[in-house]
């Protein structure tokens, strides 16, 4: 139990410092680098599985209440960017996939679920039952989950301030 309420206080305060500092989307990106600084260091940190599903159930919700009527609506206009998008980003990463395999040595498998735009858990969780070396699926996702977070909103924000909207 003390894990628990260890790895949760250092979460809080990792957000708070993330939202103080001003860090795109301080919160989460605070509070996971303080964690991950505990847990590598200590390898105590814990938190439960119904916590995830807990947090996933709320921020499930909070997404779910961007949607009215207009957006339903809406919808029609997104059918031809949804196909671009999975196509796109389908035959990115299978053909990422296959380079990153023959450059590093990296299993196909394990090469493939790494360059999975899926998240880290669901892709971890699916790649074991084709027999990817997980831990190195996990490693690359969090990688790319923690370069995406940190670095995207920091360049988006950047373009941003030469698009007029």
């Known amino acids: 139990m003390d894990k628990i309420i260890y790895t949760l206080l250092i979460a809080g305060a990792g957000g708070y410092i993330g939202i103080k500092l001003k860090v795109p ?4 990106i605070g509070a996971m680098f ?3 600084i505990y847990n590598v260091y200590t390898g105590q940190g814990n ?3 119904n916590f995830k599903l807990a ?3 709320v921020v499930g919700g909070m997404i779910g209440l961007n949607f009215t009527m207009d957006t339903v609506q809406g919808l029609k206009k997104l059918i031809i960017p949804a196909l671009m998008l999975v196509i796109g980003l389908t035959l990115f990463s299978i053909s990422l996939g296959f380079i990153i395999s ?3 040595g990296l299993d196909l498998i394990t090469a493939l679920f790494s360059c999975s735009p899926g998240g880290l858990t669901d892709m971890t969780i699916i790649s074991e039952a084709y027999g990817a070396q ?3 699926v996990a490693l690359l996702h969090l990688i790319r989950l923690i370069t995406v977070i940190t670095v995207l909103p920091l360049v988006i924000k950047l373009f941003s301030q030469f698009i007029e909207t």
């Open 34 to 36: 303080f964690v991950a």
């Open 134 to 136: 997980t831990h190195k």
């Open 47 to 49: 938190i439960p599985k």
């Open 102 to 104: 023959k450059l590093t």
């Open 25 to 28: 989307a301080g919160a989460l």
């Open 55 to 57: 947090a996933q159930i």
